[in-house]
């Protein structure tokens, strides 16, 4: 008799670490492995409040292998990126952009254009812009899979940014984002309907 209730009490037990495992695979296939890109881009937002953790070196330097991937046009890459985590440099790119806010972000990274090295068509339209947005793009859709939130920002003082961080002339500073675990929820995302951007 005795016997039998500690079976039954250890089948209870086993059943039940079993049922949590699943749970656990199930919930990390559903957030890393099966998120539909779909889902992702419903899932990013424009993070504005974050808390006080740094960032895993791991994460970044996934962020940014998808960063490096992406297309520009004739592959001419004409980006760079700058980590921006040490206090000093921090308090440089603050003053760039002061709003309370971003001095919430552990982490920033600058994205800028290599006017050296963009395309250029035949009718004189430079391509380097176009190209960073993409791969700015990459990395807050990198971020939000990690779960990280990001922000675009463009609204900085770019002439001051370059003199700060001495960039060489032919570097244009095109966007900065802040990084790190989001502290604030997502608002409803306002968008045109389909019918108005889409001509058939
Ligand atoms: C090119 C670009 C520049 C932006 N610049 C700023 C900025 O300087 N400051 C800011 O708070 N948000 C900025 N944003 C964020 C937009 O306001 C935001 O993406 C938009 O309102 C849609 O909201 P969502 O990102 O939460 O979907 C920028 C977004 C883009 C794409």
Redesign the pocket.
């Known amino acids: 008799m005795r016997e039998n209730l500690f079976f039954t009490a250890f089948v209870c037990l086993f059943k039940g670490i079993m049922y949590f495992c699943s749970k656990i695979i199930h919930h990390s296939f559903i957030l890393h492995s099966f998120m539909s890109l779909l889902d992702l881009i419903q899932r990013r937002?424009?993070c504005?409040t974050y808390q006080p953790l740094g960032v895993e070196q791991e994460k970044i330097a996934y962020v940014m292998e998808c960063v490096r991937l992406a297309p520009s046009a004739v592959n001419k890459q004409p980006w760079r990126f700058h980590l921006i985590s040490e206090p000093a440099d921090k308090a440089k790119l603050q003053e760039c952009y002061d709003r309370e806010w971003f001095k919430t972000a552990p982490l920033y990274i600058i994205a800028s254009v290599l006017h050296d090295e963009e395309w250029v068509r035949a009718d004189g339209k430079h391509h380097g812009d176009i190209d960073v947005a993409i791969a700015v793009e990459h990395l807050c859709l990198a971020a939000t899979e990690q779960g990280l939130g990001t922000?675009?920002?463009?609204?900085?003082d770019a002439a001051l940014l370059k003199e700060r961080f001495a960039l060489p002339a032919d570097e244009e500073p095109a966007?900065v984002i802040p990084i790190g675990y989001p502290a604030d929820e997502?608002?409803q995302?306002k968008r045109k309907p389909i019918g108005e951007i889409l001509s058939a």
């Open positions: 937002y424009s504005r922000c675009w920002v463009c609204n900085f966007v997502p608002r995302k």
